[in-house]
T-cell receptor
């Protein structure tokens, strides 16, 4: 079956611009996570959705970051007024529920010039 | 404390050798310890995981050893193969509110020489 997909695979933008990153989880998975992976580091938690609601957004670095999951499936991570420090790979993971294994997508590599 | 410390940063072994990667954690509330394998351009993939009620778990060539009192756990890859060359991350998780986010180590880049 299809795994977690993320689009675009690469995104290059200029400082100050707005970007949207999309995640399509595995069908039927109710839990969805966003992580950020900087070069040479492990992924860091950003936000968790259970169904449509953001159940834990404690990892979002500041109010420029926002994520939605309006129908409990596809999620979009939105970054306003991008900064060079936002450059990283943004990973999405889904699981059957919060207690189960998280399956990761290939990530979106964001480069802010 | 949420940190998970991983070592070594990089590791080179000969084909057929044993690869050992170590991790240490501080938060005793962690109750799930997975290891992930990541190839370039791919997302992390679960390799093997352990809960603190057991001291060892083996799946094929991969073994996790867990020392609860020392707050340490390690991954052993027996008969290492060139196809095992990848970056390995340890992680830890606990129930936090309604979430179960993973806290990752900084990764170990493993190279297995043919």
């Amino acid at each position: 079956g299809a795994g977690v997909s993320q689009t675009p695979s690469n995104k290059v933008t200029e400082k100050g611009k707005y970007v949207e990153l999309r995640c399509d989880p595995i069908s039927g998975h109710t839990a969805l996570y966003w992580y950020r992976q900087s070069l040479g580091q492990g992924p860091e938690f950003l936000i968790y959705f259970q169904g449509t609601g953001a159940a834990d957004d404690s990892g979002l670095p500041n109010d420029r970051f926002f994520a939605v999951r309006p129908e409990g499936s596809v999620s979009t991570l939105k970054i306003q007024r991008t900064e060079r420090g936002d450059s990283a790979v943004y990973l999405c993971a889904s699981s059957l529920d919060r207690a189960n294994e998280q399956f990761f997508g290939p990530g979106t590599r964001l480069t802010v010039l | 404390q949420q940190q998970v410390k991983q070592s070594p940063q990089s590791l080179i072994v000969q084909k057929g050798g044993i690869s050992i990667i170590n991790c240490a954690y501080e938060n005793t509330a962690f109750d799930y310890f997975p290891w992930y394998q990541q190839f370039p351009g791919k997302g992390p993939a679960l390799l093997i995981a352990i809960r603190p009620d057991v001291s060892e778990k083996k799946e094929g060539r991969f073994t996790i050893s867990f020392n609860k009192s020392a707050k340490q756990f390690s991954l052993h890859i027996m008969d290492s193969q060139p196809g095992d060359s990848a970056t390995y991350f340890c992680a830890a998780s606990m129930q936090s509110g309604s979430a179960r986010q993973l806290t990752f180590g900084s990764g170990t880049q493993l190279t297995v020489l043919p």
